[in-house]
Nanobody, 124 residues
Framework: QVQLVESGGGLVQAGGSLRLSCAAS????????MAWFRRAPGKEYEFVAG????????IYADSVKGRFTISRDNGQNTVSLQMNSLQLEDTDLYYC?????????????????WGQGTQVTVSS
């Protein structure tokens, strides 16, 4: 399994921006579908965004469409999530996830590699 390490979380005011990064190691990054999920304590994982192996086909949750951008760098084995116009309800623990295959799925159980999570807190 690939190892994933997230970074870039923090505290930001509503309307601000943050950029999350996820570094992958120990696997064939180019063969992986990559995604970002988020989860509040005691709740289920919520799909945020996913990207195809080439990076050409990003998919977003309706709640973040137009505000967040997912991208990947297959040369650097990284995937990023640029988050703009952050809202209070974006406060969560954000996870990077990976799976093999050809398609981005929105269900967390389809992913078999996960990072440790990075906290994003949006204040008013």
């Amino acid at each position: 399994q690939v190892q994933l390490v997230e970074s870039g979380g923090g505290l930001v005011q509503a309307g601000g921006s943050l950029r999350l990064s996820c570094a992958a190691s120990g696997g064939s990054f180019r063969s992986l579908i990559m995604a970002w999920f988020r989860r509040a304590p005691g709740k289920e994982y919520e799909f945020v965004a996913g990207v195809s192996r080439s990076g050409a086909t990003p998919i977003y949750a309706d709640s973040v469409k137009g505000r967040f951008t997912i991208s990947r760098d297959n040369g650097q084995n990284t995937v990023s999530l640029q988050m703009n116009s952050l809202q209070l309800e974006d406060t969560d623990l954000y996870y990077c996830a990976a799976k093999s295959g050809n398609y981005v799925y929105r269900i967390s159980t389809n992913y078999d590699s996960w990072g440790q999570g990075t906290q994003v807190t949006v204040s008013s």
